[in-house]
């Protein structure tokens, strides 16, 4: 075991845990702050899924969440619909901001997002999580409602048994083969966040409005890091909401995912003059392809070429105040 280090400090500081509170306490506090709520639900093809979240939110004691919207990414299936009957207004991604096309992702769709709500926290929650806990939405106010200074606040939990694996094997994958290796070799502040890439979080929207957005899945990460270049530590929070159960991609998939997440670590490292892409990479620029094998008709190996390249939406503020 090495010793402490300086992020252990801000753990102890800034990990609450949902236990320690009551939903009806969240909502008594929330309205005397007078603090206003949005949730954010990214969905792409959750048919499955969707309606138990948009229930779960529903369920809510009232005055928790005062806005209430499920961005749909381009769903083929009954996702939409079956959102709506649940209860949520639904935004097609793409009739939003309709100008800046094409959408590209998750990271796009919670950008587009912040121009359709309203609330003064926007909460986001994943589409395809199984028997959604409401701490996942409530929990993640309980910082904000103690701190003035958090600005985003990640919720952390078992993750695990689901649909694969025993708890422990344990899942996040990408988390802990990609994303927390990366934190601690170049963000050792943010190695203390036990899931930096939760897809269920909340900020101010004061932070949010000015912040780029990542497309695809390289949001959580992007916003991780650029919260801390942007306000430090003191900004950050999380929250121990207990179990998360949800669907589990192909490994093929998730490569994707982690190509796109160190794209983000490239971008930012580059940004903020760490590396130098022109001696670092052959052309130098940071290389967009990533190279994986599928066996065809004749089981024969061949590659397939992914573009894994990642573009940055511009701080919303500035697009909202452009069109004002
Ligand atoms: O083009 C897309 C793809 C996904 N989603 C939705 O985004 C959410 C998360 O996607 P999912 O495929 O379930 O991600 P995970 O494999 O669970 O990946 C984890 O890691 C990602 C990268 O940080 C995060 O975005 C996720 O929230 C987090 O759960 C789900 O509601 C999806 O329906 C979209 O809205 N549009
Ligand atoms: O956070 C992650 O690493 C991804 O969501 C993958 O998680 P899984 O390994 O539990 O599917």
Request: no cysteine; aromatic share 6%; net charge negative.
């Amino acid at each position: 075991m090495s010793p402490a280090r300086g992020s252990d400090e801000w753990f102890a500081r800034r990990t609450y845990r949902a236990l320690d509170h009551h939903p009806y306490e969240v909502a008594a506090r929330k309205m005397e702050s007078e603090l206003t709520v949005s949730v954010v639900i990214p969905a792409r093809n959750e048919a499955a899924t969707i309606a138990d979240v948009v229930s779960m939110v529903a369920s809510l004691p009232e005055h928790v969440v005062d806005e209430l919207v499920v961005m749909d990414g381009g769903s083929e299936d009954a996702t939409a619909e079956r959102a709506a009957a649940a209860g949520a207004r639904v935004h097609r991604d793409t009739a939003i901001l309709a100008e800046h096309q094409p959408s590209l992702g998750k990271g796009d769709a919670l950008w587009r997002s912040l121009a359709v709500t309203s609330g003064q926290v926007v909460v986001f929650v994943d589409a395809d999580l199984h028997k959604p806990d409401p701490a996942l939405v409530w929990g993640l106010l309980v910082p904000f409602l103690a701190e003035p200074e958090v600005q985003l606040v990640k919720a952390f939990y078992e993750r695990s048994v689901g649909d694969r694996g025993s708890a422990e094997e344990g899942g996040g994958r990408v988390t802990e083969l990609l994303a927390r290796p990366l934190l601690n070799l170049f963000w050792p502040e943010l190695a203390a966040v036990v899931q930096p890439l939760a897809g269920e979080y909340a900020g101010r929207r004061s932070l949010l409005e000015q912040l780029p957005f990542f497309t695809g899945y390289g949001v959580e990460f992007g916003l991780l890091v650029d919260t801390f270049a942007h306000a430090g530590p003191e900004a950050l929070a999380q929250v121990d909401v207990g179990e998360r159960i949800h669907h589990h991609q192909p490994l093929p998939d998730l490569s994707r995912m982690a190509a796109t997440i160190a794209q983000v670590a490239m971008h930012r490292l580059a940004a903020e003059g760490r590396i130098d892409p022109t001696t670092l990479f052959r052309d130098g620029e940071i290389p967009r392809s990533l190279t994986q094998f599928v066996r065809d008709s004749d089981d024969r190996v061949e590659s397939v070429h992914h573009d894994v390249g990642v573009r940055e939406r511009p701080p919303i503020a500035q697009v909202l105040d452009s069109l004002a």
